[in-house]
Each structure stands twice: as structure tokens, then as C-alpha cells.
């Protein structure tokens, strides 16, 4: 089994390097146009925000639990194929192909399920040390909040309220405040210290401190670290009206919704 995965995650690295290389020669996509016509979300145009009832699925995850929050995913959070969590994701957050295939196969890996033909409830991405992991920057441990659909609101207010970037464009309006990778890296180092010390059983392996990283990285680069828009996406899990990914690479040409 050691082998087949050797060759996969080599032509997922491969494939993203190659990606990289396209975007550097490929026009960006026009601001307005990211999320392509024909999907959830295209033109700013976002479906209905409902929170979660009682009985719907969510994960550790905000990205994933505010596209089942919109409709984009099965509301109930359940029975969701892989390769429609690959290509919704792909479709609404613009992030790489590569990373979107890369993500569910992993995630059918550690749940042992078949990528191709299985499906899955988003509580079971929960899973303790599969994506999820300790000195989360939205949620409690495992150890003191099992359930992980939900997130800590002091722990996101605390990252945001240290958000000392301003938007270039616009460096007057309170509505243009940012965080940056300076204050993501603060917050990440203070969790993980508070986390030892207040987790008996906290763990944070090298894969997960990377992983961690990938998931800062993420509000700035597709939330280009803008506070007044991930408020709401990392409390509510609710996408604003109107936004769309900062990120603007053609990296999603061969982009079809999910069946």
C-alpha cells in the first residue's frame, strides 16, 4: 500500500508545481469572475445561508461546514461523495486542483473508506489527528469540546481582535483591517503553549503543524485576512454576500459541478 501512495503524492506534487508554473504565463481571473458562472456563489451571488439544526453533520472545518451552511453541500452534512467535496471546493474557494484532489483522498485514506465510491458525514472528518488536530486557532481540543462542529467564539475573537494590518487601498476605514502572517503566527505559538500546558493528552506532530500552517495560510490567501469578512465565515460559517476568493490564479480551468 506504501508504494501507491509513494506515486500519488508525487504526482499531486508534480501536478501543483506545474500548476504554479501555468499561472505564471496565464492571465488572472477578472475580479467578479472567480467563482465560475453556472456554480453556487458565482457574481457574489451566494444561496441562502441556514445555520445548523440539531441533527445536521459538521465537521472541524469552517470552509466545508459554511458551504453545507449555504446549501452548496448537502445541508444535513451527510452522505457527501469525495469527489463532490473536491470539486465544490474547487469550484467556490478557488484553490488549486491539486489541493482539492489531494485533500479528500487523504481524508478517505484515514477514514478508510474508497474515494471513488464512498461517502461520508462531515462529523467524520472530525476524526482526532486526521485533519483535526490540537491548538486548533477555532476550536477547543478534543480533549475538553468532542464535539468539533462547532467553533470556540473567544478563540476567534482573540485572533481577530489581534489583526494589526491595513488594507493599502484604503488605510483609513476600520472596515479594511487584516491579519497578517505576523499576527497568525503570534496567535498559532500562543495556542500551542496554552494547549500543553492545559491538555493532558495534547499532541502536535510535525504533519499537523503543517497542516495548521496550510489552514493559516488559507485565511489569508483565499480571505486575503480581511476581519470584516471572516468574522462572519469563522463564527457564523456563513460566506458574506457579495465576496468572492482573493485569490484570482486560473487555477481551476477544467472546473465542472459536481454531479
Known sequence: MAIPKIFSDTFVFAWDFLLTLTNIVTPSIKAGHVVPEGH????GKWPEYVPPGEDDSRSACPMLNALANHGILPHDG??????????????????????????????????????????FDLAEISLHNGIEHDASLTRQDTFHQPDQGKPHVPFVEELLQSASGKDSKNKNSTEDVL?????????SAKRRTEAKVHNPDFSLSAFHKAFGSSNSATLLRIFGGRVSDLRPFLIEERIPEGWEPSVHESTRKGCTKAD
Do not use: Q, W
Request: glycine content about 6%.
Open 40 to 43: 453556487a456563489g458565482a457574481g
Open 78 to 119: 451527510k452522505n457527501i461523495s469525495f469527489k463532490a467535496m473536491n470539486e465544490t471546493v474547487r469550484s467556490t474557494y478557488n484553490f488549486a486542483p491539486s489541493f482539492c484532489y489531494f485533500v479528500p483522498n487523504y481524508i478517505a485514506g484515514i477514514l478508510k473508506k474508497d474515494y471513488s465510491k464512498d461517502t
Open 179 to 187: 491579519l497578517t502572517s505576523e499576527d497568525l503566527a503570534r496567535y
